[in-house]
């Protein structure tokens, strides 16, 4: 299977366990890659026939934007859940790095591979 990724999507939400979480946002960085043939894009040099990688991160941007979650798994799985559920991929890899999480750390975070159920 090819992959189309999408690499280190920033966008900023409320996310973490403690109150003072709550109250301010914060970025999440998260890296994408999807599984879908590209064959036939390829053939025909058409957008409409492939994964438009644009369509793609401004769902993901639109959907942290507007979430409240607490823990980054939470987190990610919607977004893995999401991609699944809307685009045409066998398969969505992620991670998702909050950076400013933990003092003395580039990052801490997730990363995920799901499937279409079958
Ligand atoms: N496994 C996790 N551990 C922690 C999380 C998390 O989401 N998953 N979150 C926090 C806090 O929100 C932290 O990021 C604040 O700096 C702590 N541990």
Same mark, same amino acid.
């Given at each position: 299977?090819?992959?189309?990724?999408?690499?280190?999507?920033?966008?900023?939400?409320?996310?973490?366990?403690?109150?003072?979480?709550?109250?301010?946002?914060?970025?999440?960085?998260?890296?994408?890659?999807?599984?879908?043939?590209?064959?036939?894009?390829?053939? =025909?040099?058409?957008?409409?026939?492939?994964?438009?990688? %644009?369509?793609? &991160?401004? @769902?993901?941007? !639109?959907? *942290?934007?507007?979430?409240?979650?607490?823990?980054?798994?939470?987190?990610?799985?919607?977004?893995?859940?999401?991609?699944?559920?809307?685009? =045409?991929?066998?398969?969505?890899?992620?991670?998702?790095? %909050?950076?400013? &999480?933990? @003092?003395?750390? !580039?990052? *801490?975070?997730?990363?995920?591979?799901?499937?279409?159920?079958?």
């Amino acid at each position: 299977m090819d992959t189309i990724f999408i690499d280190q999507l920033s966008v900023d939400t409320v996310i973490g366990v403690y109150d003072w979480e709550r109250t301010i946002r914060q970025r999440v960085v998260i890296d994408l890659e999807m599984g879908f043939d590209i064959r036939a894009a390829a053939a =025909d040099d058409d957008v409409a026939l492939t994964l438009d990688y %644009k369509s793609v &991160a401004k @769902r993901v941007i !639109a959907f *942290v934007e507007a979430a409240e979650f607490e823990l980054v798994e939470t987190l990610s799985e919607r977004i893995a859940a999401l991609i699944l559920d809307e685009f =045409d991929v066998t398969t969505v890899s992620l991670r998702l790095n %909050k950076p400013c &999480a933990l @003092r003395g750390a !580039a990052g *801490v975070g997730i990363r995920i591979t799901r499937s279409r159920a079958t």
